[in-house]
C-alpha cells in the first residue's frame, strides 16, 4: 500500500510539474521538484523565474498536518524576478514578487508563510482612494542560505535575512537580520545569537 502510495505521488508530482512546462515555458525547473498538491501560480511572461532542483512545493493538507489552510501559490508580476534555490521547502506558502526576490538553498519554510516584496496599496489615504499604483512601495527582498522560518510567519518587502538565521513563528520581519541569530515577534526582533560561545 505504501509503494502504492509513493508511486502515486511521483506520478502525480511529474503531471504537475509537465503543466507548468506547458503553462509558464519561460520558467526554469530543477531536477527533482516535488509537488504535493497543485500549487497556484501566475506568472507574467515577462518575469524571469527560477526553481533550483529539490525544491518541495506542499500544497495538500494530507501532506502536511502542520495546519495548512491553503495551496502554496506563487505570483511573479511584469518584468519581476523570482529565484529560489536548491532544496527550498514551502508548505501553503504565498510568495508575491512584484520587483524581485532571491531565495537562497535549503531554506525550511514553516506552513502558511507569507514572502511579500510589495505593500499591494498605498500608505497615503488620498493614492488609495485613487487607486495610484505609482505610490505602492516595493523593495526586493533576499534570504539566504540555510535559512529556517517559522510557520505563519510574514515577510515584508525590503527584508534581508542573513545565512543560516532562524525566523520564529508567527514573526513579522522587515529590514536587515544578519546572519546566524534568532528573531522572533511582531515586529520580528532579536533574541539572541546562534553562534558557539
Not at 72 to 82: F, M
Not at 170 to 193: F, H, K, L, T, Y
Request: charged letters at 20%; proline letters at 5%.
Amino acid at each position: 500500500m505504501l509503494g502504492l502510495r509513493k508511486a502515486y505521488g511521483r506520478l502525480s508530482s511529474a503531471m504537475i510539474r509537465a503543466t507548468i512546462v506547458v503553462r509558464f515555458p519561460h520558467v526554469s525547473l530543477g531536477e527533482r521538484i516535488r509537488f504535493n498538491g497543485f500549487p497556484q501560480f501566475r506568472i507574467d511572461r515577462t518575469a524571469r523565474v527560477s526553481i533550483g532542483s529539490g525544491s518541495i512545493f506542499t500544497s495538500k493538507t494530507s501532506a502536511n498536518f502542520v495546519g495548512l489552510f491553503k495551496r502554496t501559490s506563487i505570483y511573479v508580476g511584469p518584468d519581476a524576478e523570482l529565484e529560489i534555490g536548491e532544496n527550498d521547502g514551502f508548505s501553503g506558502v504565498s510568495i508575491y514578487c512584484s520587483l524581485r526576490i532571491e531565495i537562497g538553498p535549503n531554506l525550511n519554510c514553516g506552513g502558511n508563510v507569507s514572502i511579500w516584496d510589495t505593500d499591494f496599496h498605498p500608505l497615503g489615504a488620498e493614492a488609495r482612494r485613487e487607486h495610484d499604483l505609482t505610490q505602492i512601495g516595493r523593495a526586493p527582498i533576499e534570504i539566504g542560505p540555510d535559512v529556517f522560518i517559522g510557520a505563519q510567519s510574514i515577510i515584508l518587502k525590503g527584508t534581508r535575512i542573513g545565512a543560516r538565521s532562524i525566523i520564529g513563528a508567527g514573526s513579522v520581519v522587515s529590514g536587515e537580520i544578519p546572519a546566524d541569530e534568532i528573531w522572533a515577534g511582531n515586529p520580528a526582533r532579536r533574541i539572541r545569537s546562534l553562534s558557539a560561545g
